[in-house]
């Protein structure tokens, strides 16, 4: 058990409404990442966070956007949901010279 | 965005026997992880690998660095059906902001 909490674990939602994602963690290690895993090409990188209020673009930022107001929380927003962001949601953490530990998921399904 | 190209893509073998797969990649890597991920779960670390080189066991699975950075090995020994799962390599470069370069996977299927 990596102490990575994800929320909601599953939802529906329909297209065109606000989606958020919560990613808790009890490690208080600074990095923390969001990822995508869609069949065919496996785990893509959103945004990621090295610090409080420190966020970058992963290789799939488009349509998402990030806040870490604190240590343990990363956020993960859908502003205007669309079918092609239904996928499963991964948030990982990791801290320097250290490997990377993957919460369970949350899988979103855009009707 | 960049992947690693691992192989097989998918295997069936019966219980006992023992698996290979493999990750490569046209760049050089610091870092190579190993993962096992099981249906309806986020991926779990099995081994990780720092040095060129290095040969790391966890139980009835061995992983190796290989000399050059651009590839590593996953082996299992005398699989048993808990082994199935999706298993995926993970490369990392030095300064990169820990941004992992993953493999596709592999399947793996036990028959008991």
């Known amino acids: 058990d990596a102490g990575i909490t994800q929320s909601p674990r599953h939802k529906v939602t329909e297209t065109g409404t606000p989606v958020t994602l919560r990613c808790h963690q009890t490690?208080?290690?600074?990095?923390m990442y969001w990822y995508r895993q869609d069949p065919g090409h496996g785990l893509r990188l959103i945004h990621y966070?090295?610090?409080?209020?420190?966020?970058d673009k992963g290789e799939v930022s488009d349509g998402y956007s990030v806040s870490r107001s604190k240590t343990e929380d990363f956020l993960l927003t859908l502003e205007s949901a669309t079918s092609s962001q239904t996928s499963v949601y991964f948030c990982?953490?990791?801290?320097?010279?250290?490997?990377?530990?993957f919460g369970e998921g949350s899988w979103l399904t855009v009707v | 965005g960049q992947q690693l190209n691992q192989s097989p893509q998918s295997m069936f073998i019966q219980e006992g026997e023992d698996v290979s797969m493999n990750c490569t990649s046209s760049?050089?890597?610091?870092?190579w992880l190993w993962y096992k991920q099981d249906p309806g779960e986020g991926p779990v670390l099995l081994i990780a690998?720092?040095?060129a080189g290095e040969l790391t066991s966890n139980g009835r699975l061995t992983a190796q660095f290989g000399i050059t950075r651009k590839d590593s090995f996953l082996n299992i020994s005398a699989s048993i059906p808990s082994d199935v799962g999706i298993y995926f390599c993970?490369?990392?470069?030095?300064?990169?902001?820990?941004?992992?370069?993953w493999g596709l996977g592999t399947s793996l299927a036990v028959n008991p």
């Open positions: 490690e208080n290690h600074r990095y």
């Open positions: 966070s090295y610090g409080v209020k420190d966020t």
């Open positions: 993970a490369g990392l470069y030095a300064g990169n902001n820990r941004k992992l370069i």
């Open positions: 990982a953490i990791s801290e320097p010279g250290n490997t990377i530990y």
């Open positions: 760049s050089i890597f610091n870092t």
């Open positions: 690998l720092y040095k």
